[in-house]
């Protein structure tokens, strides 16, 4: 079945750096790979999501981008905020269409 | 539009009791799934509903089962509670079925502690 491997585990950047989550997923022919923030508290909320036909898509400071080669899709969140700390899940769609979600990333912006 | 409600949002029970949880979809959405949050195992798909059916599974013993009414609300009901099955478990619902085909919208979710 899908396994999704994301790192890094927790993450800690100042305030207006980039931030990079990376996510690899082992089956090939897993084609939608969103992207959801979990405030504390709270549940899961997507941000972005990509379709396996695309390279690359961005919605304002955030950004995915999709290796099919290599498996692995990254998770960009530029001019960092305090309201961006909270944890990152990445996912992916199984064969039997499931969502198998990555282990989490726990982002820290400090002011 | 009111978001996905989940009830109760925290519950405490004991081992070998069983557990109801509730979940009450966007208004239109006719797909409900549940995931089991922990720490150690992230989050894990438990099942999908759509249209009072059963439509996926995911890796979890029989002891948890689910249902869906006609009014897309749906339950999971966990029985023989498990110190292991302390966990947040998360609904969420989508207009239509099948993980890929559209926005899974999710609850706060209903924190359980077995003791």
């Known amino acids: 079945g899908e396994n999704v491997e994301q790192h890094p585990s927790t993450l800690s950047v100042q305030e207006g750096d980039s931030a990079v989550i990376k996510c690899t997923y082992s089956?090939?022919?897993?084609?939608?790979f969103p992207w959801y923030k979990q405030e504390l508290g709270k549940g899961p909320q997507l941000i972005i999501d990509i379709r396996s036909n695309v390279g690359e898509k961005k919605d304002q400071r955030i950004a995915v981008t999709l290796n099919k080669t290599a498996k692995h899709f990254s998770l960009h969140i530029t001019e960092t905020q305090p309201e961006d700390s909270a944890v990152y899940f990445c996912?992916?769609?199984?064969?039997?269409?499931?969502?198998?979600f990555g282990s989490g990333t726990r982002l820290l912006v400090r002011p | 539009k009111a978001g996905v409600t989940q009830t109760p949002r925290y519950l405490i029970k004991t081992r070998g009791q069983q557990v109801t949880l509730s979940c009450s979809p966007i208004?239109?959405?006719?797909?409900v799934s549940w995931y089991q949050q922990t720490p150690g195992q992230g989050l894990q798909f438990l099942f999908e509903y759509f249209s009072e059916t059963q439509r996926n599974k995911g890796n979890f013993p029989g002891r948890f089962s689910g249902r869906q009414f006609s009014n897309s609300r749906s339950e999971m009901n966990v029985s023989t509670l498990e110190l292991g099955d302390s966990a947040l478990y998360l609904c969420a619902s989508s207009l239509s079925t099948g993980a890929g085909t559209g926005e899974l919208f999710f609850g706060e979710g209903s924190r359980l502690t077995v003791l």
């Open positions: 089956d090939s022919a897993s084609n939608y």
């Open positions: 208004s239109g959405h006719r797909s």
């Open positions: 996912a992916a769609v199984d064969s039997s269409y499931k969502l198998i």
